[in-house]
């Protein structure tokens, strides 16, 4: 912070008691210093709307002239700034345009009916409103939302025809569209069907595609700055005023948040630095309330909003809309992802993905899901388990049937040591005997010698019909196996040469 962010500064400036240098050095700070125009703003009354009311109801010399005021609002204040027309039929003229009727109004400003008599056209002319006039702040806010919106040209963003940033009341003119906000059509009907969820999306997105396109951050979707054409069913970004560039960070500075609560991602409730995918919180915020007619993070208070969009989940969709493909519920899920980087890279992609969905929507049957949202992408797992569990569960009775038939070959066998040599020879317990487990207090020569003898179908294992002979098996006594004396002549003094 400089020297001239003072509070005592700004009080003496209100008192009066600065020096005309010192007003003139302060009042160039204003125009940069946001904080210190804020502070300003605070210091001299609190609400500038607050403000202006109470000192047109502050009794003067006009008094005891005019007749008494039963009310006073900012679109009569608009009214009484406008210039005379020729015409009588209008309210006035602003510029070069007939105002014909207030539209609306916003937290910067009027929406006015006008018409353009050169080109033989109705316009919509949004004014900064009055009690904001005199704050250098809120003429650069009101400037950038002309220069940010003109410098995007898209179907689904609103086009600005004309800018005035100067004069008493500075305003802007954009075309003039028949319908009504998402806002209100949400407040008249509630839910809205999947397929216009998914329209109404996916232009928002594509609209958003172009701004970010320019390296601008819209920083305020909502339903209200989301309107809606009567008869082309087509969706337009408009309200560009807190739009600012994505490497632009004198929006953050001081700890300042501007936006609306209800919609803000959890880096800009905490004030951090932005990027589109910012916006696409916001536009997830904005799908979960069309899908099921309720704001996902509204609380009782500002600050319980702000807080539970930084720390909680909202209410799982399906439990207020129990219909809703699971398909749907993840793309908005992944949209409200609290860290950046789980959300989707840029509005482009959800434009496609969202375009997508509807197509399937309207033509299951020859438009299938986008390939990140096809089932198959979890149920390939599912169906790899499926076959792992089919192949162990073969595998399971293989082994009990060669158990049942060695046990069967067991109990067909009468009496006899050799079947209890098998068994302990069998230390796999497989129904088989391999070199290695043959061997087993034998000479290594004479058991590959008699190994080899008794695999008659050459396998490389004995079964329990080879390693007892058939004699044997029978209750015949089995004749001693001798080697020749050759043979014998090989063995080695001392050692064990333990043999069949």
Known sequence: MNSLCSHERLELALA??????????????????????????????????TQEIAAMLSPDDLDDVLPPREECSTAD??????????????????????????IG???MGVVLKG??????????IKALAPHLAHSALARKRFAREAQAAAAVVNLHVIAIHQVQPNGQLPFLVMPLLTGESLAQRLKTRGALELTEVLRIGMQAA??????????????????ANILLEKGVERAVLTDFGLARAADDVSMTRWGIIAGTPEYMSPEQARGEALDGRSDLFSLGCVLYEMATGVSPFRADSTMATLRRIVDDKPAAMTSLVPDLPPWFKGIVERLLAKDPAQRFASASEVNQLLEQCLSHLQQ?????????????NTGRRSRFNVIRKRVIAL??????????????QVSQTPDNPRVDKFAELDTDHDGRLSLTEFSVDRTPKFAAKWFERRDADHDGFLSLAEFVPQSASS????????????????????VNATHE
């Open 77 to 102: 204040f608009v009214v009484e700034h406008l210039e005379p027309s020729d015409d009588p039929t209008v309210l006035g003229r602003l510029g070069s345009y007939d105002v014909l009727d207030v």
């Open 364 to 376: 299951p049957g020859s438009v299938p899901l986008p390939a990140s949202l096809e089932p198959r």
């Open 115 to 124: 018409f353009d008599r050169e080109l033989k056209r109705f316009v919509a």
């Open 105 to 107: 109004r916003g937290g």
């Open 395 to 408: 595998l399971g009775l293989f082994g009990f049937a060669l158990l049942g038939i060695v046990l069967w």
């Open 206 to 223: 594509e609209g958003l595609a172009a701004a970010h396109g320019q390296g601008l951050i819209h920083r305020d979707v909502k339903p």
């Open 475 to 494: 209750g015949g006594k089995q004749p001693e196996e001798k080697p020749s004396d050759k043979s014998l002549q090989a063995v080695p003094s001392g």
């Open 16 to 49: 009066g008691l600065l020096t005309a240098d010192d007003e003139s050095m302060l009042h160039l700070h204003l125009d940069e210093c946001e904080l210190c125009s804020a502070e300003m703003e605070r210091l001299s009354g609190g609400d500038p709307a």
